[in-house]
């Protein structure tokens, strides 16, 4: 899929999993320390890539869900996502990971909160890369 880019993100990782990470304007500046799950040293103040591509697809679908309610026009009030990537051995003996989203919707029906979140799997780029590769389910909750 070819894309008409109007922003360009620029990290760089040192050291892979057990490493440092940055990105070019130095917000993001990171220690990276495989968990101890994972067989590594699981250093007390450091992340990991499966953090951050948690955090990444969180907030992004979250700005995904903004434009599917603009769409529908409804308001959005206080939403909470939760990604939870796992990481594990593939059954092709190779690794991969898969994603959990929990999406609060607190104010709305099931079924339109259900509706939105779907919306929003289809608008969210992280879904879009995602759609086909790895397991991604979907939890929408309407609790307050």
């Known amino acids: 899929m070819k894309i008409n880019k109007v922003f360009t993100a620029q990290a760089k ?7 440092h990470i940055s990105s070019d304007n130095n917000v993001l500046d990171l220690t990276l320390s495989t968990p101890k799950e994972m067989g590594g040293p699981g250093k007390a103040g450091a992340t990991n890539p499966e953090q951050l591509f948690a955090a990444a697809y969180a907030s992004c ?12 026009q409804v308001k959005l009030g206080t939403v909470t996502i939760e990604a939870f990537i796992g990481f594990g051995q593939a059954e092709d003996g190779g690794y991969g990971i898969s994603a959990d989203l929990h999406i609060n919707l607190p104010g709305f029906e099931q079924a339109q909160a259900e509706k939105l979140v779907e919306a929003a799997h289809g608008i969210c780029p992280y879904s879009r890369a995602t759609r086909g590769n790895i397991e991604v389910s979907l939890t929408t909750t309407t609790n307050a």
């Open 61 to 72: 679908f979250e700005g995904a869900l903004g434009v599917a309610a603009r769409q529908a």
């Open 13 to 19: 990782a040192v050291g892979g999993r057990d490493g």
